[in-house]
């Protein structure tokens, strides 16, 4: 009798043990075969999940299954979801459950304008371009101004992170507290000492940030220039300001490499050759320490500067016309000679 109890319990043991191994692996078991991401919609199905999974796993029934039976297909949350190679299904399931997404990493670089930016950001978000250009427009009309592209001064270039379901009010409301947090009042007292307004502040730096290629060595000393020639009436005289005044009507898809004398009569406020003053606005967008630059410019007498071949990336400056004339054409005979146009 006491064989027979024994021959049961072992018998009841190991089918318990057979379901319990089944069910250990079903829901703990590794189902990932490699690493990746999937991005769920906001009105994604449960199929559209399970296809995206599809090309990851390595038993889609088992995942299905699982997921039915915790309640996925009706708690299902949008993002960008990091799949790892060895994860099981419990694992994906209460990730997608909680929305457990991973950032992506965005890269703000000097755009020439808002569109450019809002062009390369939609690439990694679910709301696409037209859906951030009519956000921020809203935005901008509500701050008093008239689009998109006025609100350029408050988009920092630098590298951030955001979710793919990002929407365009939270991705500006980012950034918006950037600005807020970098005009201390301390930097709102030398702004009043240089006697600009938040506007001219911005399209200085945007030209000093072009003209020192967004490296810092010069840029106090840039912009010292600048506000020299600005102070003595004189025209800035700035060769990206024209770059971008042709690109402006070109919509932006030019590449230019140099520009000529022919260059420096293209009508447009922007074009510090024919109109003196500040331009009405930024010609970039601008880094942090662009903007510090100018807030904090040397105290210099230069008043010309030009690229100086000899030093990439660094400039010859003087308060001399008749050595600048000397320093240009050295300039633009190394163009000549490296045939750049």
């Known amino acids: 009798m006491k064989k027979v109890v024994l021959i049961a319990v072992l018998a009841i043991v190991s089918v318990a043990g057979f379901f319990g191994w089944k069910f250990y692996k079903k829901n703990y ?18 199929q559209q999940v399970t296809d995206s999974l599809k090309p990851y796993l390595n038993d889609v029934e088992s995942f299905t299954q699982i997921a039915k039976s915790k309640g996925l297909d009706n708690k299902i949350k949008a993002g960008r979801y990091e799949i790892k190679e060895g994860a099981d299904n419990a694992q994906l399931i209460n990730m997608i ?35 951030f250009v009519k956000a921020f427009n809203v935005i901008a009309r509500q701050k008093g101004l008239n689009n998109a592209e006025d ?17 365009p009010e939270d991705f500006f409301k980012k950034f918006e507290s950037l600005y807020n947090d970098f005009w201390t009042p301390e930097n709102l007292a030398k702004e009043k ?24 060595d010069e840029q106090k000393r840039i912009a010292g220039l600048y506000l020299n020639r600005y102070r003595k009436g004189m025209k800035l005289q700035s060769d990206p300001t024209v770059i ?6 070109a919509n932006f898809t030019k590449s230019i490499k140099r520009v000529y004398y022919k260059d420096l009569t293209v009508d447009s406020p922007y ?5 003196i ?15 510090e630059n100018v807030l904090n410019a040397e105290s210099n007498d230069y008043i010309f500067m030009v690229a100086d071949p000899s030093r990439p990336g660094l400039h010859k400056f ?20 490296k045939e750049i146009k």
């Open 29 to 46: 078991g590794s189902n990932v075969k490699k690493s990746g991401f999937i991005l769920v919609p906001h009105d994604a199905t449960f």
């Open 97 to 131: 459950k909680a929305g457990l997404q991973t950032e992506n990493t965005f890269r703000i670089k000097d755009f020439d304008d808002v569109y450019q930016m809002i062009g390369r950001v939609s690439r990694k978000t679910e709301a696409d371009s037209l859906t």
């Open 151 to 167: 609100l350029k001064p408050y988009f920092f270039s630098d590298t951030y992170n955001f979710y793919w379901t990002v929407t």
């Open 193 to 216: 000492n240089l006697g600009l307004s938040r506007t001219q502040v911005y399209a200085l730096a945007s030209i000093v940030q072009k003209e020192s290629g967004g490296k810092p």
């Open 244 to 249: 971008y005044a042709i690109n402006k009507d």
């Open 271 to 275: 074009n510090t050759y024919k109109n």
């Open 277 to 291: 003053g500040i331009p009405p606005g930024p010609i970039c967008l601008v880094n942090k320490s662009s903007v």
């Open 318 to 337: 003087t308060n001399s016309p008749e050595e600048h004339v000397q320093n240009a054409k050295i300039y633009q005979d190394w163009l000549n000679k």
